[in-house]
């Protein structure tokens, strides 16, 4: 079992504490009233589950960086954070990820010599390592969980590559099964070779994504559900030199958004479901007004009605309108993170809520979601952790 360190996680000041007057002022909230253009509070009987669980990713050999898997509390009414400690003996944990039983975390080591872990999660928070498995690649970046709960998948950006690891009942991971190198198209411009930078399944599960950040392409892959092998039968070039990091699906199925991190550009893709292929669309502006930005993570609402994009460089969160059953995408504007650089975003299970991992300034920052007009409040001063690059709320045990 790895060693739990309590208190390596700042817990004050925490999202939700006063915060002096600044840009936007999160106030505070008073029992019985709503602020203008917010939603009214809901019923006893549909108030969400009061606290939450937060995983954090950071880079454990970085000057500065954390010294594991940062482990902290939520407040789903006001938003504030709570560090628990942190899970050590985890090396460089950049990305996590949950299974969908949730009673199991997986992280990337984010290494040369790249690996996957797996952690056995306990509601006395006495997490356990389960183990770790080799991928086969160079500095994994990102991996995501097959929906079957079968199969771990994961992106190598220094080799670009893919990997599949299956799953037992345990939850722990079995030696990999296969691992796929982007071969082809040549990399894009100012690229040496490829990098993939994420893999997902699509929403019906037939499908398996990869975006490669260096050859400009999304390539499209089948699962076998008997030998965790990909066998490519699709791939979306993109126009050369906008190096596709990021991709999350509308909730119908039939269209992806895609944030392109290095023309500071986001792409509305058509996805055929059939044949998993996918159409990118033309190019749309991050609300960045031409400055220096690298656009990293996208997330879309459950409902489908809105998406928000994580800016770095602008330091921002970009908010759009989702229109024409998600053929659209319509920028409302921005809203400053509060912090420098953030790499990862993600809603909270209810939605109330939206995590930004602020690399640069060590934060993690908090925000209400109004579900009626897409807008976010700062729900108060940024969290503080370490070289925070993934932040990934979950439901309390």
């Not at 990909?230 to 993109?238: E, I």
């Not at 759009?320 to 504007?333: D, I, N, P, Q, S």
């Not at 809203?335 to 109330?352: I, K």
Request: charged content about 20%; proline content about 9%; hydrophobic content about 30%.
């Amino acid at each position: 079992m790895a060693a739990l360190a309590a208190g390596a996680l700042s817990s004050a000041p925490a999202c939700g504490s006063p915060d002096p007057p600044a840009r936007e002022s999160p106030g505070r909230e008073t029992p019985g009233r709503t602020r203008r253009g917010e939603t009214p509070a809901p019923s006893a009987a549909h108030r969400p589950v009061r606290e939450g669980r937060l995983f954090l990713g950071t880079y454990t050999s970085q000057d500065g960086g954390g010294a594991g898997i940062g482990l902290a509390t939520y407040d789903e009414i006001t938003g504030r954070v709570t560090g628990t400690g942190t899970l050590t003996g985890v090396p460089d944990p950049s990305y996590l990820a949950l299974h969908p039983s949730g009673r199991t975390l997986y992280c990337v080591n984010e290494r040369e010599k790249g690996g996957v872990t797996a952690v056995a999660l306990s509601s006395d928070g006495k997490h356990e390592v389960l183990g770790t498995r080799g991928t086969g690649g160079a500095g994994p970046c990102h991996l995501s969980v097959h929906p079957s709960g079968r199969w771990l998948l994961s992106a190598h950006y220094g080799s670009g590559s893919v990997a599949v690891h299956p799953i037992d009942d345990s939850g722990a991971l079995g030696e990999r099964t296969d691992v796929v190198a982007h071969s082809a198209p040549p990399p894009g411009p100012g690229q040496e070779g490829p990098h993939a930078h994420q893999v997902i399944t699509s929403p019906d599960g037939r499908h398996v994504l990869a975006v490669d950040l260096g050859n400009d392409t999304v390539h499209t892959y089948r699962l076998d559900g008997d030998a965790g092998t990909l066998r490519q039968v699709s791939h979306a070039t993109l126009r050369p030199g906008a190096g596709p990091r990021h991709l999350t699906f509308h909730p119908s199925g039939r269209f992806a958004y895609l944030a392109n991190e290095l023309d500071d550009t986001v792409v509305v893709c058509a996805y055929d479901p059939a044949t998993g292929r996918l159409k990118p669309g033309e190019p749309q502006s991050t609300g960045s007004n031409g400055g220096s930005n690298y656009p990293a993570q996208i997330a879309v609402t459950r409902e489908g009605r809105f998406a928000f994009l994580a800016n770095r460089g602008h330091d921002s969160l970009a908010r759009y309108a989702v229109e024409g059953g998600g053929a659209r995408l319509r920028l409302l504007g921005t809203v400053p993170v509060r912090g420098e650089f953030p790499r990862h975003l993600a809603l909270s299970p209810s939605e109330r809520l939206l995590f930004t991992a602020n690399q640069k300034s060590d934060s993690v920052s908090v925000f209400h979601v109004d579900r009626r007009g897409g807008e976010l409040r700062l729900a108060g001063k940024p969290f503080r952790a370490p070289v925070a690059v993934c932040a990934l709320p979950a439901t309390a045990s």
